[in-house]
């Protein structure tokens, strides 16, 4: 009965490679989101959707490209990984725009060596 | 935009005694302040939010304020316990940005025996 699930866990990769990470919600939301948090737990948005439409792109170089097959799905594919990547990125939803409260999920450890 | 702030970035306090966690934004256009709750290993867990209409709200041991005016919100946790210690997240947003939230740095609680 996970709300906002991610896959994978951990994601040990050299640089230069592509990878993908998923989420899916189960709860019925309209809106989802990418968040990037850093060693220092810094969090930071960086996509938002709504309805499968691209709402927030907050200045992410365009090695990301997030996906969004339906509004239960939001996948993050990263081309070109950068040691600087590496961080724990985590997928949300909430109802919708209107600041009802976000859901996260367990996040994703990216590791680029 | 949004810039907020969060003191202190670490926090130990004996279990029992209470734990203040303070931030300031910087847009007064910003209306709606969620505070989050990060364990080890986990994705953030909203605890509490305020809107700007609101000066107080209190749920059992959790309490925030707002101050409008001087542009800060404040948790404050009573009889904390052992469970208690996590990570702290502060956020600020406005409904007119498409559901942008904006972090604090994050204050980590640690609750002594």
């Known amino acids: 009965d996970t709300a906002v699930s991610q896959t994978p866990k951990y994601l040990v990769t050299q640089m230069g490679n592509d990878k993908s990470i998923k989420c899916e919600q189960n709860?019925?939301?309209?809106?989802m989101y990418w968040y990037k948090q850093d060693s220092k737990k810094f969090l930071k948005i960086m996509f938002s959707?709504?309805?499968?439409?691209?709402?927030i792109n907050e200045t992410v170089p365009n090695r990301f490209s997030p996906k969004s097959p339906d509004k239960a799905h939001l996948n993050l594919h990263i081309n070109s990984l950068e040691l600087g990547d590496s961080a724990v990125y985590f997928c949300a939803s909430s109802q919708d725009l209107n600041y009802n409260e976000q859901f996260f999920g367990p996040g994703t450890r990216l590791t680029v060596l | 935009g949004e810039n907020v702030e969060q003191h202190p970035s670490t926090l130990s306090v004996q279990e029992g005694d209470s734990a203040v966690i303070k931030c300031t934004y910087s847009d007064s256009a910003s209306n709606y302040f969620p505070w989050y709750k990060q364990e080890l290993g986990k994705g953030p867990q909203l605890i509490i939010d305020i809107r700007s209409n609101v000066g107080e709200k209190k749920d059992q041991r959790i309490a925030v304020t707002l101050n409008k005016t001087a542009k800060h919100f404040s948790l404050h946790i009573t009889e904390t316990q052992p469970e208690d210690s996590a990570v702290y997240f502060c956020a600020g947003g406005n409904t007119g940005t498409a559901s942008k939230l904006t972090f604090g740095t994050g204050t980590r609680l640690q609750v002594t025996l």
């Open positions: 709860l019925g939301h309209d809106t």
């Open positions: 959707y709504n309805n499968k439409e691209l709402i």
